[in-house]
């Protein structure tokens, strides 16, 4: 029981980052109908914020302390970071401590934007042309962002460590009536999960209960007579490609303290975060957001010891098996619409 | 000749001829001058020509006839690898049984492959031919170690049986006897050519592919496939299953996946699971989009360019920069490193997304489509004088078809 109720925790994260990224696909596939493969990059390039406003809260100027020697004797330099002198240096530890979360507000207007002129830019001239255009169009494109990213911050994965608070683990057990030790979950994937639910929460919202989000359900389901009726459908799809953007950043700053940040990591969540939109049903939002927490867990649950004895490697695959099987028993997807895609 | 017509005939002579003198075209400039670092003229690469064309050429019997965008066809390069290897080990370093059951495997892989992804098309298939190949992917780095080598990548070792190997037989890859390796390498006018066996075994496989190929296009099956891609709906309302059709043609190209992937393993016997990443799908898409999809020679040209500017592009560093620039103001000299900076190197691939967003933005009948609006052009402007280009134009002209 307790092996179960730890397997579910450790899907959750992963299946959480699956479901934003997902989310983010589905909105852009079903609001312009473009099958967009740069969206691994705009997670990746979310992630690359988080490291960027890290590394400029960290921007130093150096300092002769005259009290301290260093080994040979000269006085030492101690480099103190901007943000301390100007915030007094409680409040700046503190901020470049709390870098990561102060992120989400850094990356909200550069992710906008990258979202904007993508859709402006590019997508837009590729709404009337074949899916496979589409694909191969943005496939580029993220090639071109990965390779961008990885000209400034090098190959290597950089880490970008929780606030102080949030390190260490949740006896998750002991809450719930277990021994000690036994569940044992660390606080940061917590806070994401939460803030995936937020998240999906939040978009989900805005799509049921304001004007803006009625008219894009409608525009999704109809758009030549949303168009009809003197709306114009265009740009507030534009809006919608560029909060697509914004929640797969955001998924992407708060995923760098579980995973140091790398230049492909973008393309290895695409991958699977496709599978997760066509086993969810491709267009269908709530089946984008359950059938990437399914996954997530499925694949925790196919990393046990236990799963593997009896089939080998079945922890690599299951996400791709299960996607076989859906495509080939139920093309539409788990929730998705009858007759969107079925092909 | 050969069951071609004239025009035909023609064109696969030049492309013969082309391979056949790849050698000695590919190193137009003297060595030891500026320009030398240009030359393609050495065995790696013009192999990697040869095999990369084999593998664009079959990809495009599939998406370029009938429009299915597979992203899994490095998995059958992969295989193919593997298949030879495995002979290496099994038999001796002859290549042919390896190539052999590289296709064999290869084959037999598309058929279940295929036979499943293709019971959906559009981004299904995609999807579908993707996660194969990342499974395969997966599966060879880690539940198959026995059969991969896993990370290590598969080679020959001396415990391995080679019941074939006679005492002081050959321990490197050859054909009957004759070593892959083995060059010929004559000076002539200051230039330094390199005729290379396992070149010209690869060359020659090609031209084969690429008379199949041309047979393909030119057949009623080949017309069937490009029925398949312009309107499969209409097809089946003629009483038509396309299926079989579709499954043929992903079972071929696969099957020339297959040969590429043990001609890499015939050039060096090696065989790892990086060839099978989905990145390596992507890459035989973009030579063939690159190239023009659809066409005979496009595929060939755009595995070539990529493959030539991927070897120019990744040996320019920031000193060969510096030289270049070196005569102008040292600002802008700085400002022009630091800008061309951003795409040689290891940012090579940089160039290659925006080159391939470019062709698919602008071009999206790929270079043999480029070359033919070129040459309207200047055609056009000629049809008032004299008109007579030669062999050019009829040349690319067929290319298009």
Not at chain 1, 204 to 220: C, E, N
Request: glycine share 12%; proline share 4%.
């Amino acid at each position: 029981m307790d092996a179960i109720l730890l397997q579910i925790l450790n899907g959750l994260d992963k299946g959480s980052a699956y479901a934003l990224i997902a989310l983010g696909l589905t909105l852009i596939f079903g609001t312009l109908g473009v099958v967009n493969f740069a969206h691994g990059a705009l997670f990746m390039v979310g992630a690359f914020c988080a490291v960027s406003l890290q590394k400029l809260l960290n921007l130093s100027f150096e300092v002769i302390d005259p009290t301290k020697k260093d080994f040979l004797g000269n006085p030492l330099k101690v480099k103190s970071p901007y943000v301390e002198s100007w915030f007094g240096p409680e409040t700046g530890a503190a901020i470049i401590d709390w870098s990561v979360p102060l992120a989400i507000i850094f990356a909200i207007p550069i992710m906008l934007l990258i979202g904007f002129a993508m859709e402006r830019g590019l997508i837009k001239h590729f709404y009337k042309r074949a899916h496979a255009d589409q694909i191969l169009v943005t496939f580029g494109l993220a090639i071109v962002m990965q390779e961008i990213i990885k000209h400034y911050y090098g190959a290597n994965p950089i880490q970008t460590p929780a606030p102080e608070m949030f390190k260490g683990s949740l006896d998750f057990g002991v809450l719930i009536g277990f021994d000690p030790n036994l569940i044992i979950y660390p606080y940061w994937r917590l806070v994401y999960f939460l803030f995936a639910v937020f998240i999906i929460g939040g978009v989900f919202a805005f799509l049921q209960f304001t004007t803006f989000g009625m008219v894009v359900r409608a525009g999704m389901a109809d758009r030549e007579t949303v168009g009809l009726l003197g709306i114009d459908i265009d740009r507030r799809f534009t809006l919608m490609f560029g909060l697509a953007g914004v929640v797969a950043g955001l998924a992407g700053v708060m995923y760098g303290p579980i995973l140091a940040p790398n230049y492909h990591m973008g393309m290895d969540f695409l991958v699977l975060s496709f599978v997760v939109v066509v086993v969810g049903g491709m267009g269908s939002l709530p089946g984008a957001v359950a059938a990437g927490f399914l996954l997530g867990i499925l694949q925790s649950f196919a990393s046990m010891n236990e799963v593997k004895a009896i089939f080998p490697g079945i922890d690599q695959i299951i996400i791709y098996l299960i996607a076989i099987v859906v495509l080939l028993t139920r093309p539409r997807g788990l929730m998705g619409r009858k007759g969107v895609m079925e092909e | 000749m050969l069951g071609l017509n004239k025009k035909d005939t023609r064109f696969l002579l030049i492309v013969i001829a082309l391979t056949l003198l790849t050698p000695i075209l590919l190193q137009p400039f003297p060595e030891g001058s500026a320009l030398a670092q240009f030359n393609a003229g050495y065995p790696d690469l013009m192999q990697r020509f040869a095999i990369f064309g084999i593998f664009a050429i079959g990809f495009n019997i599939l998406f370029g006839l009938t429009g299915y965008l597979s992203f899994g066809h490095a998995a059958f390069l992969g295989i193919g690898s593997y298949a030879t290897v495995w002979m290496y080990k099994l038999l001796n370093f002859n290549v042919l049984p390896g190539l052999v059951l590289a296709v064999i495997c290869s084959g037999l892989f598309a058929v279940v492959i295929g036979y499943i992804s293709l019971r959906r098309s559009g981004i299904y298939f995609s999807i579908l031919t993707l996660a194969f190949a990342e499974m395969s992917y997966r599966l060879a780095y880690s539940v198959l170690t026995p059969l991969t080598n896993g990370e290590t990548g598969l080679q020959v070792y001396s415990i391995d049986p080679q019941i074939l190997l006679r005492e002081g037989g050959h321990t490197a890859t050859h054909i009957f006897g004759l070593e892959m390796a083995l060059s010929w390498q004559p000076e002539v006018f200051g230039r330094l050519y390199t005729f290379n066996v396992g070149y010209y075994f690869c060359g020659i496989i090609a031209i084969a592919a690429f008379y199949l190929s041309m047979r393909i296009f030119r057949s009623p099956f080949g017309l069937m496939l490009r029925a398949i891609k312009t309107n499969q709906t209409r097809l089946n309302y003629t009483g038509l299953n396309a299926r079989p059709y579709t499954l043929a043609a992903f079972v071929i190209s696969g099957m020339y996946a297959g040969l590429a992937g043990g001609l890499l393993a015939a050039m060096d016997p090696l065989a790892g699971a990086e060839r099978m990443v989905w990145t390596e799908s992507g890459a035989v898409v973009l030579m063939t989009i690159l190239g023009g999809a659809g066409t005979l020679l496009g595929p060939v040209l755009g595995a070539g360019f990529i493959k030539y500017f991927e070897n120019i592009f990744s040996k320019i560093n920031e000193g060969i920069l510096h030289d270049w620039f070196s005569g102008l103001p040292e600002g802008l000299a700085n400002a022009l490193i630091w800008f061309f900076d951003h795409f040689v190197g290891a940012g090579w691939h940089l160039t290659l997304g925006l080159l391939f967003m470019a062709v698919v933005i602008f071009l999206p009948g790929g270079l043999v489509e480029g070359g033919q609006k070129i040459l309207g052009l200047f055609r056009r402007r000629n049809t008032e004088t004299s008109d007579d280009d030669g062999k050019k134009p009829g040349k690319s002209s067929q290319a298009a078809e």
